[in-house]
C-alpha cells in the first residue's frame, strides 16, 4: 500500500492557474502509472490526466492544451500544473496510482480546486 498526499488546491479566478501536487510514500513510478482525476459537483469522477512508467502522458480532452502532468521522480511526487482555469474546472482532484503488475489502485484524500470571481 502507498500514500498519496495531494496539496495546492484552493480558490483562484477564471483564467489563473494552480498546480497540484501529489507525494507518494515510497517510491513507485516503476512500477505504477498515476494520474490524476477529479469529480465535480453532481458529476461521476473523470479522468484528467495520466503519466506512465516510461513518461508517456495523456489527456481527458477538456484539459488539452491547458494542464500539464508531470512527475519528479526523487521526490516521488507528482505534479498538476493548470492554467487558463475557468469555472467548469471546479471539482475535487484526487491522485490515483494504478501498479501495473497487481493493478492495485491507491488514491489520494483529494483537494478541492474552486474557479469563480
Known amino acids: 500500500q502507498v500514500q498519496l498526499v495531494e496539496s495546492g488546491g484552493g480558490l483562484v479566478q477564471p483564467g489563473g492557474s494552480l498546480r497540484l501536487s501529489c507525494a507518494a510514500s515510497?517510491?513507485?513510478?516503476?512500477?505504477?502509472?498515476m494520474a490524476w482525476y477529479r469529480q465535480g459537483p453532481g458529476k461521476q469522477r473523470e479522468l484528467v490526466a495520466r503519466?506512465?512508467?516510461?513518461?508517456?502522458?495523456n489527456y481527458a480532452d477538456s484539459v488539452k492544451g491547458r494542464f500539464t502532468i508531470s512527475r519528479d521522480n526523487a521526490k516521488n511526487t507528482v505534479y498538476l500544473q493548470m492554467n487558463s482555469l475557468n469555472p467548469e474546472d471546479t471539482a475535487v482532484y484526487y491522485c490515483?496510482?494504478?501498479?501495473?503488475?497487481?493493478?492495485?489502485?491507491?488514491w489520494g484524500q483529494g483537494t478541492q480546486v474552486t474557479v469563480s470571481s
Open positions: 515510497r517510491s513507485i513510478f516503476t512500477t505504477n502509472s
Open positions: 490515483n496510482a494504478l501498479n501495473i503488475v497487481t493493478l492495485r489502485e491507491d
Open positions: 503519466i506512465a512508467r516510461g513518461g508517456n502522458t
